[in-house]
């Protein structure tokens, strides 16, 4: 989802991220493994808006770019809702063990 066509793109992301995750869960309890399959793949879209050069993530625009002038602290016209970069950087429930590796591992202080 991208900042400059719809606002609050990052939360919007993540959290559709785990919804998706969550629908694979019930298509699989429902046999429905091609649904399974699809929405395992949704439920990877946090990747789009983590920034590995920062470690955060992060905003992009239409065109794939990084949002310019973007802090990681501010919680208003930075692609979050009610949240920030520091708070959302944690929202990956749906893959605890990924998020922890992006964010440099086990005993990493970011």
């Known amino acids: ?7 609050s793109s990052v939360s919007k992301t993540l959290e559709y991220a785990c919804d998706d995750w969550c629908i694979a869960q019930i298509a699989q309890m429902g046999g429905q493994e091609s649904l ?4 395992l ?10 920034d590995e050069q920062i470690g955060y993530m992060r905003p992009r625009l239409a065109n ?7 802090d990681t602290i501010n919680t208003h016209g930075q692609g979050f809702i009610e949240g920030n ?9 749906q893959n605890i063990p990924h998020m922890i590796e992006m964010m440099g591992g086990e005993g990493s202080v970011f």
């Open 36 to 39: 399974r399959t699809e929405y």
């Open 64 to 70: 794939g770019e990084w949002r310019k002038d973007f």
């Open 1 to 7: 989802m991208a900042e400059d066509l719809s606002g």
């Open 41 to 50: 793949k949704r439920a990877e879209n946090y990747l789009n808006v983590y």
């Open 85 to 93: 970069a520091w708070n959302y950087g944690l929202y990956v429930p």
